[in-house]
């Protein structure tokens, strides 16, 4: 199964990038058991993010991170971005302000 963390395990692209530093829990209710029972079912979990590739340490640690009761995300092959941070990041904030204007 191939997931976008950015979107799926947290519930807000923002403060799913800025919360997980400081140490609170931002992922979804519930996202552990979810992967976990996927994975159970033989499939193999690919994280995508569209975060920068110097940001492959913490964006795995957060991955590792993440507990839900007895439960963690399952172990799996982590596909960033192969840009800068600005650059990531710059175009994160085009693809907001895009979507947003186009919904509106």
Do not use: C
């Not at 995508?48 to 995300?73: C, F, K, M, N, P």
């Not at 710059?90 to 186009?102: A, D, G, P, S």
Request: aromatic share 10%; hydrophobic share 40%.
């Amino acid at each position: 199964m191939v997931t976008n963390f950015s979107v799926l395990p947290h519930r807000s692209d923002v403060l799913g990038h800025i919360l997980p530093i400081v140490g609170q829990d931002w992922a979804q209710s519930g996202v552990a058991q979810l992967f976990t029972k996927i994975k159970n079912n033989g499939y193999r979990i690919l994280y995508l993010s569209a975060r920068a590739i110097g940001q492959a340490h913490v964006t795995r640690e957060y991955l590792r991170s993440v507990r839900q009761g007895d439960l963690s995300l399952p172990d799996g092959p982590l596909l960033l971005n192969p840009t800068s941070l600005l650059s990531a990041f710059h175009r994160y904030v085009h693809h907001i302000f895009t979507k947003l204007y186009v919904t509106r």
